[in-house]
């Protein structure tokens, strides 16, 4: 449901910016520091958004990666590193996060289409971005189901997760292929791309808060590449915690 917030009320096209952007500036850099004020950037668009809960709980999802993330690099790099790494990482995560839990999927395919991309794969995008929850209630509702015949699916250890994932993946493949045969003889009845010229409901456009969101993400792509080129004038950016 979409709220009343400046997050939600800007132009998708804005949001997908922001992502790149935000990917695009953690990627140049290798150091926490720099790495955490980006991520302090992105917390008062969660709070924003009214998405810390959600976003929390996204992040509670990878502490499995993390673990692996702090093992492997603490142990062939540094911690530096690591802890470098996870940050970055999460901070790609929040950026597409704030992108696909604020952005509508009719908002999606209107915006890919105005962006010259051609309709029929802008309408298999937004399509796919639509299935998102409701591939997530069935898997809910394939696991109670596979609960109450027995199987022990919260069963310890890396190997016995593994093996109780097939229980979960064959029936939900099954029920994806149904539901995607399903869609393709609605399309075909409606003859789906038989007119190549199509008119919407609705259109978007950008509004003077999304020109300022976008020059704001612009000035900071700059202002992050400025400090990457001149990060030896900045010695306290730095930040090592190397034994």
């Known amino acids: 449901m979409k709220q009343d917030s400046f997050l939600h009320e800007l132009d998708p096209r804005a949001k997908l910016l922001m992502a790149v952007i935000y990917t695009l500036c953690t990627l140049i850099f290798t150091d926490i520091v720099p790495l955490l004020i980006i991520l302090?950037?992105?917390?008062?668009?969660?709070?924003?958004?009214?998405?810390?809960?959600?976003?929390?709980?996204?992040?509670?999802?990878?502490?499995?990666?993390?673990?692996?993330?702090?093992?492997?690099?603490?142990?062939f790099i540094s911690l530096t590193f690591a802890i470098a790494m996870i940050i970055r990482i999460?901070?790609?995560?929040?950026?597409?996060?704030?992108?696909?839990?604020?952005?509508?999927?009719?908002?999606?395919?209107?915006?890919?289409?105005?962006?010259?991309?051609?309709?029929?794969?802008?309408?298999s995008f937004s399509l796919a971005f639509r299935f998102i929850p409701t591939i997530a209630i069935e898997t809910e509702n394939i696991k109670d189901a596979q609960q109450s015949r027995g199987y022990e699916l919260q069963a310890s250890g890396i190997i016995n997760q593994v093996k109780n994932l097939f229980p979960l993946l064959v029936p939900l493949i099954i029920c994806s292929i149904k539901r995607a045969f399903n869609v393709a003889e609605a399309l075909e009845s409606r003859a789906f791309g038989s007119n190549k010229k199509r008119t919407h409901y609705f259109t978007i456009k950008f509004t003077w808060k999304d020109w300022i969101f976008t020059s704001y993400l612009l000035l900071l792509l700059i202002f992050m590449i400025f400090i990457r080129i001149n990060l030896n004038l900045f010695p306290f950016l730095t930040w090592s915690m190397d034994l």
């Open 40 to 75: 302090l950037s992105l917390l008062p668009l969660i709070v924003n958004g009214k998405l810390f809960k959600k976003w929390i709980k996204s992040i509670k999802g990878l502490s499995f990666l993390f673990i692996i993330i702090i093992f492997l690099n603490t142990f």
């Open 90 to 123: 999460t901070i790609m995560i929040s950026a597409f996060s704030l992108f696909f839990l604020t952005v509508d999927p009719n908002d999606l395919a209107l915006s890919l289409i105005s962006m010259k991309i051609p309709y029929s794969i802008a309408f």
